[in-house]
């Protein structure tokens, strides 16, 4: 099952999901942010690049909280439009992680929280993050993933354009990260985070069918599809990464 970044984008568009979750449209909100932030121990002032920001929700939190100096990217110009109405000094561009319009080692910081599973081409979008991260600079990735990796062929199989339809495997998350040039530092599973956000959105009158990106079910249900879903075991997790050496990835981009 192949995504087009139109489709992964509109799942976050859309309003009942915003209304249910909040701004930062992810499991746990600030909590993992938070989490991030107490263990790279930035420094106030220090640049801090948020891919996927939305509404700039955590632009904001980073700024106001940390003083930090924050950048958001999101391919949405609806997100980017609500964002900057709420708050017209935040600093929000659109624009792809595959893309980023930011110069070579710019930033101490990457932030791909629940927006590194939407991405069109994530070893590009990989080479991008390295390129503007400073020697040393942090990665920081919240998102979904598949706790049981017997199942990923099925799922990749359905017709799921969110964040479940990108997810990877936890091997498969460490292998794209090390062979990009990366050292993982952290991991760790939040997944009752997820669990809190499922029934977050039930008890909102919403459906995590919504935030899996999942199509209308016809007459006949979502059965089989939740079968899968559930066999898979999706679950959440925080992974923080360090830029090593210097190598370049502008010659070889894609995955």
Not at 24 to 41: D, E, K, M, Q, V
Not at 76 to 102: D, H, M, R, T, Y
Request: aromatic share 8%.
């Amino acid at each position: 099952m192949h995504l087009t970044s139109q489709e992964s984008v509109q799942v976050y568009e859309r309003e009942e999901l915003r209304r249910a979750t909040g701004n930062t449209i992810r499991p746990g909100g600030f909590t993992l942010t938070n989490r991030a932030l107490s263990f790279c121990s930035f420094s106030p002032q220090d640049r801090i690049l948020d891919v996927g920001c939305g509404t700039g929700a955590t632009v904001e939190h980073l700024i106001n909280n940390y003083k930090l100096r924050a950048t958001g990217v999101d391919p949405s110009p609806l997100l980017l439009e609500c964002g900057k109405q709420k708050n017209p000094g935040l600093p929000l561009i659109q624009a792809v992680g595959e893309e980023l319009p930011f110069a070579d080692g710019e930033f101490d910081g990457v932030f791909a929280e629940c927006s590194f599973s939407l991405l069109k081409n994530a070893r590009q979008a990989l080479g991008e993050f390295y390129r503007v991260l400073k020697p040393n600079g942090r990665l920081v990735i919240s998102d979904i993933y598949i706790r049981n990796p017997e199942e990923t062929a099925q799922l990749r199989s359905l017709p799921l354009y969110g964040c479940l339809g990108g997810a990877r495997t936890r091997t498969e998350l460490e292998d794209l990260l090390t062979s990009s040039g990366y050292k993982i530092v952290l991991w760790e599973d939040h997944s009752k985070l997820l669990a809190a956000f499922t029934a977050q959105l039930i008890l909102s009158g919403s459906s995590l069918d919504i935030f899996w990106g999942k199509p209308p079910c016809g007459p006949d249900g979502c059965q089989d599809i939740r079968k899968i879903i559930k066999k898979a075991r999706p679950g959440y997790f925080l992974l923080i990464a360090v830029k090593e050496g210097t190598r370049k990835f502008h010659e070889s981009c894609s995955e």
